[in-house]
């Protein structure tokens, strides 16, 4: 094989997948498939709770009773009292999206999905955000990317541009919803891996809010049948 044709095909080889334009919707479609939504029904997982006030700690696992699948490890790095651990298993109890893939698509525009970027490792798409879901579409800024060697969605992520005024009185400072997803364990299955909400603003001039929420996924173990 002479130099200049080795130059050739190292550089094909190097080259961005090409998808045509109609083809980023069913893109987006299968990598929202490729995650499993029901993982808890076979794996155990730490999720750590982040809000304004508190960090929350709590254990996962399918093997135990159904009442006592949950299990509050931490609060603020310290030991959970007894009311405490009673108040988070009645907010976690039946807590799985069972129709997870229909709620990620349901948040994007039918016929939206659009090319941002392009690199060998992902691809960068934009979207509309589903205007019965969230109202004011010019003022968001939202964008999804889907990992080329897997084939899945890395993130989805909405975010506000400038300031959102909703409604008369109400003033929207700052928004992000943000999902995130990967493998959970090496050569597992793809998860949702956390969840971010903020949200900072004034309504009527006199009442603030700052709120965020962080929910994240981790110390995975297989817990189904061998």
Known sequence: ????????????SLAPTTVAADDYEQLFKR????????????????????????????????????????QLLTVDDRTPTAKEIEKYREERAGDHLENGDDDVEAMVEPDSVRLIEETAEYWLLGFDPD???????????ATIRINKAGSYLEYIDLRSRSPIRPAMGIRIAKLITRFTFGPAVDGGPVVPMSTQVEVKGRAYLVISFDEQELFRNSDFEYAGEE
């Open 131 to 141: 205007e019965d879901e969230h109202g004011v579409l010019e003022d968001l800024v």
């Open 1 to 12: 094989m002479n130099t200049r044709l080795a130059l050739v095909l190292l550089c094909l």
């Open 31 to 70: 990598a929202v498939e490729a995650i499993d939504f029901e993982f808890h029904k076979a794996w155990a997982y730490t999720e750590t709770r982040i809000d304004s006030e508190h960090v929350w700690a709590g254990r996962f696992d399918p093997r135990g009773p159904e009442d006592q699948r949950w």
